[in-house]
């Protein structure tokens, strides 16, 4: 079992910058990837960025491409995430999540909440 718990978030001011981290426990060695999803209100999940495991490469979503960076530490087997210039499209609720070995996010994080004002 995987167990992953976010912290960060809160409540900023638009074209402030946040970082959220996210600490991983358990059975995470066959861990492939990584990630951070987000879900506003009324609308689906979706992955905002996500860091392959073994060899760091990332992807991001169009909507924060520029803005943010993914990062691993694999020591202390932490995961950030950070956004800047913030803006109050980018309110949701956050989410940790991890892969096994294959490419399928099955472990979550509870959420943490974002709210950006104007």
């Known amino acids: 079992q995987v167990r992953l718990i976010e912290s960060g978030g809160g409540l900023v001011q638009a074209g402030e910058s946040l970082r959220l981290s996210c600490a991983a426990a358990?059975?995470?060695?066959?861990?492939?990837?990584r990630g951070w999803f987000r879900q506003a209100l009324g609308k689906e999940r979706k992955l905002v960025a996500e860091i392959l495991w073994g060899d760091g490469f990332t992807e991001y979503e169009a909507s924060v491409k520029g803005r943010c960076t993914i990062s691993r530490d694999i020591a202390k087997n932490t995961m950030d995430l950070y956004l800047n210039n913030l803006t109050p499209e980018d309110t949701a609720v956050y989410y940790c999540a991890a892969t096994g070995s294959d490419s399928k996010y099955v472990y979550w994080g509870q959420g943490t909440q974002v709210t950006v004002s104007s």
């Open positions: 358990g059975r995470t060695s066959s861990t492939f990837a």
